[in-house]
């Protein structure tokens, strides 16, 4: 039994055990053992079964391991089918739609029969949803929008977990005997900020249509297209994608530029190399009379056609291949170069972690500073500080700055931009912090002129130091609110307020096709975390991914400087 298949079957079953009986706690134990085996290093389970080590996996109670158990010795779960046929599909796929939990699709049951995404679809319209016993006009029509959004995004996943996935499936297809080298290609390799399919190309030692089918040939795949071919789109039984390009070695190198993309960055090139005689072929890269020329690697690739390396970010097709040309590609900026955060909070507010765990943690991310900028007063339902608590946080930073050798815990703040853009506490307040982040959390409804002169004007006030995460979108659920961002980045860059990167992957906020005007206007960007937890100031990595998507370079970006830096980037602001 495979650990994909074993998982899915879990996590189904974790979600038709809270539909049907509304049981969390059983619900979250299954779910727990869903992601402990995709955990594991190894892809067979059955070995690990007759060991007795599968018992031993933290995370996997009785009930989960009966579950393994049935699934190893006769490849099927009767729990599950039991469940499965219990439940309707569409049950499952209202569980996708946003804002749409388990309590309320429980109520559509059992008040209108409601069993399929179209007939919620109908009922939404018709008005019958409304009337249902707390629901009402505006819940109908928030569901309406949810099943429209969610036809649009079925088959996209945020960046972390695709990538996490893209890993597992790297390592599987590196264990084959006769690939001497793969790589992650496609959006994951482009840093994308929401991924669609996980690409992955191969270099075989034998012919690459046998090794390719031997991957269709594997457990855990529920359908191939191109069965055959060296490339093959494999769908998993979990709902994983992945297009798999197996080719002999010496076409490596163009095979995985191929496979990169993006579609008009491949075009783009290729527009090139035709103005320089050059056609690209399949994988082969011929000059005028139509001989292959021997290309070793990707930067070969592009010397050959006079065109500067274009790190894969870059790949987009906006205006990197006549930058190559030029030789005008920036030293975009990297993940050791970041040298301190400013986005974190801790249990002050409604982060999990102390003030010296999160400064513990940074240290050890070899960073030199860690602001705090737990939430304002206003954000009471975030755990918004009082002045009274800002206080006692300042008095406990004190305390532990004494006992940090090289290491500086800095005093700021997230403070809510209200609706008339004042920014929460008074000016005494906010005089007490090093830095001053400010931030939309409420009235995301108004209309784009009222949005936009609110922020404005919070950019007016001296006190701002980094305008936080400027759009309020989440990925794949919650659209950025209505703004004229060209403004607010115009206007940023002339009041010297930083513009922050949010590196929350549900944010990527400010997005990356904003980030060259955001160098353009002099704003400098500030990558945060926006860390709630220690594991999460890892949310660095994902961001300076996406700043280098925007073509920043590390004097772009705030939080490259020292901490005495960025002090004096705040003094100078609030001396304005
Ligand atoms: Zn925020
Ligand atoms: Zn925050």
Not at 62 to 87: F, K, M, N
Not at 324 to 345: F, K, M, N, Q, S
Request: overall charge negative.
């Amino acid at each position: 039994m495979d650990s994909r298949t074993a998982s899915h079957v879990l996590s189904q079953i974790s979600a038709l055990v809270e539909l049907q009986a509304g049981n969390r706690y059983k619900a979250r134990a299954y779910q727990s053992a869903a992601r402990a085996i995709l955990g594991l290093d190894s892809d067979d389970l059955t070995p690990l079964h007759r060991s007795g080590e599968l018992k031993e996996v933290p995370g996997i109670g009785p009930a989960t391991l009966s579950v393994l158990r049935d699934l190893i010795e006769t490849g099927e779960s009767r729990y599950y089918d039991q469940l499965r046929e219990s439940t309707p599909e569409g049950m499952l796929e209202m569980l996708r739609v946003p804002g749409l939990g388990i309590a309320k699709i429980r109520t559509i049951r059992e008040g209108l029969g409601i069993e399929s995404l179209h007939e919620l679809e109908e009922a939404a319209r018709d008005g019958r949803l409304a009337r249902l016993p707390r629901f009402g006009p505006k819940t109908a029509e928030k569901i309406l929008k949810g099943i429209g959004f969610l036809r649009e995004t079925v088959a996209l996943e945020l960046y972390p977990q695709a990538f996490g996935e893209a890993m597992r499936l790297l390592t599987g297809v590196r264990r084959h005997p006769e690939i001497v080298r793969a790589e992650l290609a496609g959006s994951v390799r482009r840093h994308r900020e929401v991924i669609g399919d996980i690409d992955i190309v191969a270099a075989c030692r034998s012919a690459p249509e046998k090794v390719a089918a031997s991957f269709a040939r594997a457990p855990g795949v529920r359908e191939v297209t191109g069965a055959g071919d060296a490339s093959l789109t494999i769908r998993y039984v979990d709902g994983t994608r992945l297009d798999l390009h197996c080719v002999r070695p010496e076409e490596f190198a163009i095979a995985w530029w191929r496979a990169t993309g993006s579609e008009t960055h491949l075009d783009d090139v290729r527009a090139h190399a035709a103005t320089r005689g050059l056609t690209i072929v399949g994988d082969t890269l011929r000059d005028a009379a139509g001989s292959p020329i021997d290309i070793a690697d990707e930067a070969a690739f592009f010397e050959a056609m006079a065109l500067g390396y274009i790190p894969p970010e870059l790949r987009e097709g906006v205006r990197e291949v006549d930058a190559a040309h030029r030789g005008d590609i920036p030293t975009l900026v990297e993940y050791a170069d970041i040298r301190g955060v400013l986005h974190c909070h801790s249990r002050y507010s409604d982060g999990t972690a102390s003030i010296t765990e999160l400064a513990e943690a940074a240290r050890r991310r070899g960073w030199s500073y860690l602001g705090i900028s737990d939430h304002s007063e206003s954000a009471f339902y975030a755990g918004g500080l009082s002045r009274e608590a800002v206080l006692a946080q300042h008095e406990e930073i004190d305390r532990v700055n004494e006992t940090l050798d090289g290491f500086r815990v800095l005093k700021g703040v997230e403070a809510d931009i209200l609706a008339d853009g004042r920014v929460d506490y008074d000016a005494s307040t906010l005089d007490s912090f090093d830095y001053v982040i400010g931030s939309i959390h409420s009235r995301f409804s108004m209309t784009g002129a009222q949005m936009t002169e609110r922020v404005l004007a919070a950019l007016d006030d001296p006190h701002l130091t980094i305008l936080g995460h400027p759009t309020g979108r989440l990925l794949l659920t919650r659209e950025p609110y209505a703004i004229d961002l060209d403004a607010v980045i115009e206007k940023a860059g002339e009041r010297g307020v930083a513009i922050e990167l949010n590196a929350d992957p549900h944010r990527l906020d400010l997005d990356w096709r904003y980030c060259p005007a955001a160098k353009r206007s002099g704003a400098m960007i500030e990558i945060g975390p926006d860390a709630h937890s220690t594991q999460s100031l890892d949310n660095v990595q994902i961001g300076v991914g996406i700043a280098r998507k925007g073509w920043l370079e590390a004097g772009d970006v705030l939080n490259t400087r020292s901490a005495e830096d960025v002090l004096a980037h705040a003094a100078r602001r609030r001396a304005r």
